[in-house]
């Protein structure tokens, strides 16, 4: 048998000699990278959403009102019950609540209905309803949805969903919008109609909304701008005509309804 070169001996003891890979090692480094990258993600998370708290409105103290007004077929549902705790977890104040007036309260008491989160989709929620882009089931307790029809015999026509959003004080246009809304972010003043209509119908204005807007009696609301049907909204306590919070000419005492 030939004897090994010199050339095959050196290589044979280079791959004796040469350390053999750990597996673990390599383990080790891809948790590590891992984990890293898991906690950066987190803390960027964290602060975006510490800045959307503390730079978008409403604030945890700020107080609005917005009105929403439910027509199906035609017909406006009565306003939405008032109700207090978060129907989703009863032991927590709703920032976003009802006192049956017609409108939404809005004054944020934590993070997480401050903000962009404080959403027309989190009122409904509290109030224990439900609200999408094709369907919602309010206090009427009926389900309503895309395909439903509205009229009766030959004048039935299917209806869908659909939506727009107003000012108080400012002209109604009607201009449906798209997509979800219960993503919708109101505002101060804004009123908020929800719809289940034929297509192409003409979007009407909630027939309640300048007058409940014009006499907010919320202590500390926050005033609506603007001069609806009714009068004008003025803070608690001035004074002024019809729609303030005061004996009409006279300074007014605040409400003591709880806000």
């Not at 906690?39 to 945890?60: E, K, M």
């Not at 008032?82 to 007036?101: I, K, M, T, V």
């Not at 008491?109 to 509290?126: H, L």
């Not at 999408?132 to 869908?160: I, R, V, Y």
Request: charged fraction near 20%; proline fraction near 8%.
């Amino acid at each position: 048998m030939a004897k090994a070169s010199k050339y095959n001996r050196a290589r044979i003891r280079s791959r004796v000699r040469r350390p053999k890979r750990r597996s673990g090692s390599m383990v080790w480094t891809v948790t590590t990278v891992v984990i890293v990258v898991v906690g950066v993600l987190l803390v960027v998370l964290s602060y975006a959403d510490r800045h959307n708290t503390a730079d978008a409105a409403p604030r945890i103290g700020d107080h609005w009102h917005a009105f929403l007004g439910v027509d199906v077929c035609g017909t406006w549902l009565p306003n939405a019950p008032a109700f207090e705790p978060r129907a989703n977890e009863p032991s927590l104040r709703a920032g976003l609540h009802s006192h049956g007036d017609g409108l939404m309260h809005i004054h944020p008491f934590s993070s997480d209905e401050a903000g962009t989160k404080a959403t027309v989709g989190r009122f409904i929620t509290y109030g224990g309803w439900n609200l999408a882009d094709s369907s919602f089931k309010l206090w009427d307790s009926q389900e309503h949805k895309n395909g439903q029809k509205c009229g009766t015999g030959a004048n039935a026509k299917p209806a869908e969903v659909q939506w727009t959003v107003g000012s108080f004080g400012k002209p109604w246009t009607g201009t449906p919008r798209s997509g979800n809304p219960a993503d919708y972010h109101p505002k101060n003043g804004d009123i908020v109609g929800v719809y289940l209509l034929p297509k192409s119908t003409k979007l009407p204005k909630p027939p309640a909304a300048d007058k409940a807007l014009a006499n907010i009696e919320d202590l500390n609301g926050a005033p609506v701008s603007g001069t609806g049907s009714t009068g004008s909204s003025v803070p608690s306590g001035s004074t002024g005509s019809t729609g303030s919070t005061g004996t009409t000419g006279t300074t007014g005492t605040p409400s003591s309804s709880t806000p």
